[in-house]
T-cell receptor, first 116, second 114 residues
Framework: DAGVIQSPRHEVTEMGQEVTLRCKPISGHDYLFWYRQTMMRGLELLIYFNNNVPIDDSGMPEDRFSAKMPNASFSTLKIQPSEPRDSAVYFC??????????????FGNGTRLTVT | GNSVTQMEGPVTLSEEAFLTINCTYTATGYPSLFWYVQYPGEGLQLLLK?????DKGSNKGFEATYRKETTSFHLEKGSVQVSDSAVYFC?????????????FGRGTQLTVWP
């Protein structure tokens, strides 16, 4: 079990540039989640997918943010254009089934994004 | 709605001290409860869980008991180690819901000194 794999681990970019974060969930997991973590706001759910279909994107902060899941083994979170306030650690997580006692979340190690 | 409230950190303890991190919740249904731990530079990982009232979750010396009457799920450990230094998150998921999401608390930073 390779776990949830995120890339890159660190991303530094200038304001106005496009940023793409990538995630490979655990094979066979039906749910995929994108979270953002900051000191000010803690852990925020941005969007989640079930069987590659977006279910709830109410946490996506603005139209500058978009997420896709073209297949069961790959998802992207894109920010265009990026702003300094987007600086955060972005986590991808997956679960085997709908979250429950027996189906917990498995997190990747995150992408630390810095927008200057 | 659903929400989780944790005690604010940071919490600083000496090795072998007793640890309590308070967690209370509100839920529209009958939730399952979890504690996740985040070590420096890593993602969150499940520490323990409980699914019904009076259940006790335990792992690595940590324990938490699901208290429905006080809507609480406090995390405890009798003797902390330096390696326990991390951020701890309380969370709930709604059982039977068609939605599939976890509601997290803000996290509590724990630092253990030798």
């Amino acid at each position: 079990d390779a776990g949830v794999i995120q890339s890159p681990r660190h991303e530094v970019t200038e304001m106005g540039q496009e940023v793409t974060l990538r995630c490979k969930p655990i094979s066979g997991h039906d749910y995929l989640f994108w979270y953002r973590q900051t000191m000010m706001r803690g852990l925020e759910l941005l969007i989640y997918f079930n069987n590659n279909v977006p279910i709830d994107d109410s946490g996506m902060p603005e139209d500058r943010f978009s997420a896709k899941m073209p297949n069961a083994s790959f998802s992207t979170l894109k920010i265009q254009p990026s702003e300094p306030r987007d600086s955060a650690v972005y986590f991808c997580a997956s679960s085997l089934r709908k979250l429950s006692y027996n189906s917990p979340l498995h997190f990747g190690n995150g992408t630390r994004l810095t927008v200057t | 709605g659903n929400s989780v409230t944790q005690m604010e950190g940071p919490v600083t303890l000496s090795e072998e001290a007793f640890l309590t991190i308070n967690c209370t919740y509100t839920a529209t249904g009958y939730p399952s409860l979890f504690w996740y731990v985040q070590y420096p530079g890593e993602g969150l990982q499940l520490l323990l869980k409980a699914t019904k009232a009076d259940d006790k979750g335990s792992n690595k010396g940590f324990e938490a008991t699901y208290r429905k009457e006080t809507t609480s799920f406090h995390l405890e450990k009798g003797s902390v180690q330096v390696s326990d230094s991390a951020v701890y998150f309380c969370a709930l998921s709604e059982r039977g819901s068609t939605l599939g999401r976890l509601y997290f608390g803000r996290g509590t930073q724990l630092t253990v000194w030798p």
